[in-house]
């Protein structure tokens, strides 16, 4: 069984930066896992915000950013605002046999 | 303007049957996959299948496979997600996705 692996979570200052990563158990992760970013608020249905590594939707703040890092998708918050609080969830697909997506079970974002 | 409009929330007794839908518009339902994302009460998000609506090609997470049925009627633009005989493990809210937007989610509760 596939696991997808991302930091619990994490604790960033308002105004910091701060790193998420998203990990897979069959190895390092390339371009053609096509990672996605997902936010989640409470109570909220998740948004999307970013697609194939480090691609931006139209709605998408201008200070998230997708990349790959050490092995890892990577989603990084640049100038962090208290509204970015939430739960971020990283999806990325795998092809061949298994031809679906997995999700990594996400990463709790406290902005204090 | 992408939207997907899933169907209300759902009552069910343990072994009863359900059918649960996700209509999209604002964009060509035949050219994108839908995914259906379960969450579990206070969990993650797991990815439970997709279908292709152009033709109808179907794929299950290993973990859903033969437990849920996915399917889609491109002449309205709709997919579905049923079950044959609900459990009250099955009680969560159920997503669907596609173009990169999600459904409100519709809550399934199993319950005797």
């Given at each position: 069984q596939t696991v997808v692996t991302q930091e619990p979570s994490l604790t960033v200052s308002p105004g910091g930066t701060v790193t998420l990563t998203c990990a897979s158990s069959t190895g390092a992760v390339t371009s053609g896992y096509y990672p996605?970013?997902?936010q989640q608020k409470p109570g909220q249905a998740p948004r999307a915000l970013i697609y194939s590594t480090n691609n931006k939707h139209s709605w998408t703040p201008a200070r998230f950013s997708g990349s790959l890092l050490?092995?890892?998708a990577a989603l990084t918050l640049s100038g962090v605002q208290p509204e970015d609080e939430a739960e971020y969830y990283c999806l990325l697909y795998y092809g061949g046999a298994q031809r679906n997506w997995v999700f990594g079970g996400g990463t709790k974002l406290t902005v204090l | 303007e992408v939207q997907l409009?899933?169907?209300g929330a759902e009552v069910k007794k343990p072994g009863e049957s359900l059918k649960i839908s996700c209509k999209g518009s604002g964009y060509s339902f035949t050219s994108y996959w839908i995914g259906w994302v379960r969450q579990m009460p206070g969990?993650?998000?797991e990815w439970m299948g997709m279908i292709h609506p152009g033709d109808s090609d179907t794929r299950y997470s290993p973990s859903f496979q033969g437990q849920?049925?996915?399917s889609a009627d491109k002449s309205i633009s709709t997919a579905y997600l049923q079950w044959s005989s609900l459990k009250a493990s099955d009680t969560a809210m159920y997503y669907c996705m596609s173009c990169h937007h999600w459904g409100q989610g519709t809550l399934v509760t199993v319950s005797s």
């Open positions: 996605n970013w997902f050490g092995g890892k | 409009e899933q169907s969990k993650g998000l849920v049925t996915i």
